[in-house]
């Protein structure tokens, strides 16, 4: 089981904005990193620290944290945008390391 | 460029020990800060952390897997090799390396892999 719980699917219509959660204790200490996975490929790094994109990540992704709860918000989600999304952290003793069980976004 | 390149058998036996290489190029394992992860994903399935070690040395493993696993670097040759002991057909995945970062940045620290590797799959069948 994972630390970190977030919804297994969301969907959004193409233009809009989404917003998607992801809860545990650990959050309440540590930033969580957030992670774009389209099939067949690597996971790729789009939000990391209190609210910092990697180079080349577009605009319309942003973070943000509350108690024990981090979003990853697609402000004006584009159909490339459409992808499995992992959150991740350390635990709550900062021992290891544990991801999200990922959410399926679709971009209706 | 930072690059990630992970190597190792396609094909597994169930009970045999699985050796993988993680070769990394554009950075050094000896930079402050930086380490190296381990991460699978059984097909379908969600990732999953396998273990990290840092440039400090530090090392640490998958509470469910640590009796399996070990994590070691030779930093002279800029690589990270994972061993996972008595291998089973549930450990069929594709398993990545991936370069971690952590730190503090206030109120909070920090933990994020920031450049991955391709993935290698490996499959445990007799």
């Known amino acids: 089981s994972s630390e970190l719980t977030q919804d297994p699917a969301v969907s959004v219509a193409l233009g809009q904005t989404v917003r998607i959660t992801c809860q545990g204790d650990?959050?309440?200490?540590?930033?969580a990193s957030w992670y774009q996975q389209k099939p067949g490929q690597a996971p790729v790094l789009v939000i990391y620290?209190?609210?910092n994109r990697p180079s080349g990540i577009p605009d319309r992704f942003s973070g943000s944290s509350s108690g024990n709860t981090a979003s990853l918000t697609i402000t004006g989600a584009q159909a490339e945008d459409e992808a499995d999304y992992y959150c991740?952290?350390?635990?709550?003793?900062?021992?290891?390391?544990?991801f999200g069980g990922g959410t399926k976004l679709t971009v209706l | 460029q930072v690059t990630l390149k992970e190597s190792g058998p396609v094909l597994v036996k169930p009970t045999e020990t699985l050796t993988l290489t993680c070769t990394v190029s554009?950075?050094?394992?000896?930079?402050?800060?930086?380490?190296v992860s381990w991460i699978r994903q059984p097909p379908g399935k969600a990732l999953e952390w396998l273990a990290h070690?840092?440039?400090?040395?530090?090392?640490s493993y998958s509470t469910s897997l640590k009796s399996r696993l070990t994590i070691s670097k030779d930093t002279s040759k800029s690589q990270v090799v994972l061993t996972m002991t008595n291998m089973d057909p549930v450990d069929t995945a594709t398993y990545y390396c991936?370069?971690?970062?952590?730190?503090?940045?206030?109120?909070?620290?920090?933990?994020?892999?920031?450049?991955w590797g391709k993935g290698t799959t490996v499959t445990v069948s007799s």
């Open positions: 650990s959050l309440r200490s540590y930033y």
């Open positions: 991740n952290s350390r635990d709550s003793s900062g021992n290891r390391v544990v």
């Open positions: 554009g950075f050094s394992l000896s930079n402050a800060r930086m380490g």
């Open positions: 991936a370069r971690a970062r952590d730190g503090y940045t206030d109120p909070y620290y920090y933990y994020y892999m920031d450049v």
């Open positions: 620290g209190k609210n």
């Open positions: 070690i840092f440039s400090n040395d530090e090392k």
